[in-house]
């Protein structure tokens, strides 16, 4: 009696979890394209606030070189691509991924998108968990301090300037929080030296190649 | 429980028996996701959808499945119902996914879920739990965007901010700023803003429940009129 009720209700949860299974699989590949779709989209509409669609004519989350936590300076986590930006073939941009470690409340992801002539072309946060209110002003949602960055260059301003003017450098820091936008202004920084560093190899090694020494 | 009226269902669900501010069941994501009312009103439409679909189906079994193996029964049915949702939600409302993250399939764990298909799914028939499920539902997410208006309100100064996330780009201009260049008021975005608003809403409630209950006691306590000898004479058929 009870051998046969155990049995019983092994099979039913059995089938349970046969039923369950077949339900998610079925939601997951008939939602599967759609979303990877959407993940697509999200990724390419940071890029084009960086690098508008007048700039360039090329597709460029299909041209990309990927780096890893090896790559000097960007202090990344884990593996990341760098984009490029074509028109009529010639590179005329990059957005380089690059991590702050030291945000208020842990590390602050960012893309740094740099002109073929070295400056900025535009910097964006890609994921951070600042206070809201304070730090998170660095998200261009919250506040166009981020813009703040556009145009400038390794030599404009100096490396001193490259600071939040508290430190005596060119860049506002946000009232109450000051430690977000350092880690922000020098994460930018490490990103415009990396590319400088690696000048050749990003402008000019053809798409889906990893940059020599690393990863 | 077998007589179910739908009006004590509302009641219950609505009011009585809130599951945010009464059972106080579920409180993790009631108080992580509300600092806007666009994540309140995405958390709130996840939780409901999630609640019908778990009450609906563990009222289906409800005759199949034995006591010794319902709850891991009923947990395989809220996980994949949450995990089915989830996936739907990161197909069409991909930002909102983006914001919710981990409350989304932390909806599994919402006590108010388990809770309802034990308590009452798993004794009714299809068409009272699954109203069951969309009321409760409903009365988790009132209290959902009620904080969540709150404390957009007082911490931001504007109310309806980023409702493009959910509603499309044609809610982009939704936003309501009531008050100009107003200082952000911290405490109440941050998470000590939550309990404190939860805090006060559930003594808002209790005021409420006690002024009826005083109404009610002093509407007996009056003697009617005329009532006080009552002859009875014989049957009026």
């Given at each position: 009696m009870l051998g046969r009720s155990i049995a019983r209700n092994s099979w039913l949860l059995a089938l349970f979890a046969v039923v369950t299974t077949v339900l998610i699989t079925g939601t997951y590949l008939l939602t599967r394209d759609r979303i990877s779709e959407q993940k697509r989209l999200a990724e390419e509409k940071a890029l084009l606030e960086i690098v508008p669609r007048d700039r360039h004519d090329n597709s460029m989350l299909d041209d990309i070189i990927n780096v890893g936590p090896e790559a000097a300076g960007l202090g990344l986590i884990q593996d990341k691509r760098i984009y490029r930006?074509?028109?009529?073939?010639?590179?005329v941009a990059t957005i380089v991924p690059v991590t702050a470690p030291d945000g208020y409340t842990g590390a602050i992801d960012l893309i740094v998108g740099v002109n073929a002539d070295g400056s900025i072309a535009g910097v964006r946060t890609l994921s951070h968990k600042e206070t809201p209110g304070l730090g998170d002003k660095v998200d261009i949602k919250k506040s166009d301090w981020i813009l703040g960055f556009n145009g400038k260059s390794l030599d404009n301003p100096q490396p001193a300037g490259w600071a939040v003017k508290k430190d005596k450098g060119v860049f506002d820091q946000f009232t109450g929080a000051t430690i977000t936008p350092r880690a922000v202004i020098a994460a930018t920084r490490r990103a415009l030296l990396y590319v400088s560093a690696n000048d050749t190899t990003l402008f000019e090694r053809p798409a889906d190649e990893t940059v020599a020494g690393e990863k | 429980?077998?007589?179910?009226?739908y009006r004590e269902l509302s009641l219950n669900g609505l009011w009585k028996n809130n599951p945010a501010i009464v059972q106080l069941l579920g409180l993790c994501p009631l108080l992580a996701v509300t600092g806007s009312v666009v994540n309140a009103?995405?958390?709130a439409a996840a939780t409901t959808l999630v609640l019908i679909c778990s009450n609906t189906s563990v009222s289906l079994i409800r005759n199949i499945v034995s006591d010794a193996i319902r709850l891991p029964a009923f947990v395989m049915?809220?996980?994949?119902?949450?995990t089915c949702i989830e996936l739907l939600m990161q197909a069409f409302a991909f930002e909102l996914y983006e914001i919710l993250g981990i409350f989304l399939p932390l909806i599994t764990t919402n006590c108010v879920i388990l809770g309802r298909a034990d308590g009452f799914a798993s004794r009714n028939a299809i068409a009272p739990a699954a109203y069951d499920g969309l009321i409760m539902g409903v009365g988790f997410g009132v209290v959902l965007v009620l904080l969540g208006a709150l404390r957009e309100l007082l911490g931001t100064g504007a109310l309806f901010a980023n409702m493009d996330l959910l509603f499309g780009p044609g809610a982009a201009d939704w936003k309501i700023t009531l008050i100009n260049d107003y200082p952000n008021f911290l405490l109440a975005i941050l998470p000590p803003g939550a309990f404190i608003f939860t805090g006060l809403i559930i003594a808002g409630k209790n005021l409420i429940d006690a002024q009826i209950k005083r109404r009610q006691d002093a509407l007996k306590a009056r003697p009617v009129k005329g009532a006080k000898?009552?002859?009875?004479?014989?049957?009026?058929?």
């Amino acid at each position: 009696m009870l051998g046969r009720s155990i049995a019983r209700n092994s099979w039913l949860l059995a089938l349970f979890a046969v039923v369950t299974t077949v339900l998610i699989t079925g939601t997951y590949l008939l939602t599967r394209d759609r979303i990877s779709e959407q993940k697509r989209l999200a990724e390419e509409k940071a890029l084009l606030e960086i690098v508008p669609r007048d700039r360039h004519d090329n597709s460029m989350l299909d041209d990309i070189i990927n780096v890893g936590p090896e790559a000097a300076g960007l202090g990344l986590i884990q593996d990341k691509r760098i984009y490029r930006a074509r028109l009529a073939g010639e590179v005329v941009a990059t957005i380089v991924p690059v991590t702050a470690p030291d945000g208020y409340t842990g590390a602050i992801d960012l893309i740094v998108g740099v002109n073929a002539d070295g400056s900025i072309a535009g910097v964006r946060t890609l994921s951070h968990k600042e206070t809201p209110g304070l730090g998170d002003k660095v998200d261009i949602k919250k506040s166009d301090w981020i813009l703040g960055f556009n145009g400038k260059s390794l030599d404009n301003p100096q490396p001193a300037g490259w600071a939040v003017k508290k430190d005596k450098g060119v860049f506002d820091q946000f009232t109450g929080a000051t430690i977000t936008p350092r880690a922000v202004i020098a994460a930018t920084r490490r990103a415009l030296l990396y590319v400088s560093a690696n000048d050749t190899t990003l402008f000019e090694r053809p798409a889906d190649e990893t940059v020599a020494g690393e990863k | 429980m077998s007589d179910v009226s739908y009006r004590e269902l509302s009641l219950n669900g609505l009011w009585k028996n809130n599951p945010a501010i009464v059972q106080l069941l579920g409180l993790c994501p009631l108080l992580a996701v509300t600092g806007s009312v666009v994540n309140a009103i995405g958390l709130a439409a996840a939780t409901t959808l999630v609640l019908i679909c778990s009450n609906t189906s563990v009222s289906l079994i409800r005759n199949i499945v034995s006591d010794a193996i319902r709850l891991p029964a009923f947990v395989m049915i809220i996980a994949s119902a949450v995990t089915c949702i989830e996936l739907l939600m990161q197909a069409f409302a991909f930002e909102l996914y983006e914001i919710l993250g981990i409350f989304l399939p932390l909806i599994t764990t919402n006590c108010v879920i388990l809770g309802r298909a034990d308590g009452f799914a798993s004794r009714n028939a299809i068409a009272p739990a699954a109203y069951d499920g969309l009321i409760m539902g409903v009365g988790f997410g009132v209290v959902l965007v009620l904080l969540g208006a709150l404390r957009e309100l007082l911490g931001t100064g504007a109310l309806f901010a980023n409702m493009d996330l959910l509603f499309g780009p044609g809610a982009a201009d939704w936003k309501i700023t009531l008050i100009n260049d107003y200082p952000n008021f911290l405490l109440a975005i941050l998470p000590p803003g939550a309990f404190i608003f939860t805090g006060l809403i559930i003594a808002g409630k209790n005021l409420i429940d006690a002024q009826i209950k005083r109404r009610q006691d002093a509407l007996k306590a009056r003697p009617v009129k005329g009532a006080k000898r009552v002859r009875v004479t014989g049957h009026i058929s």
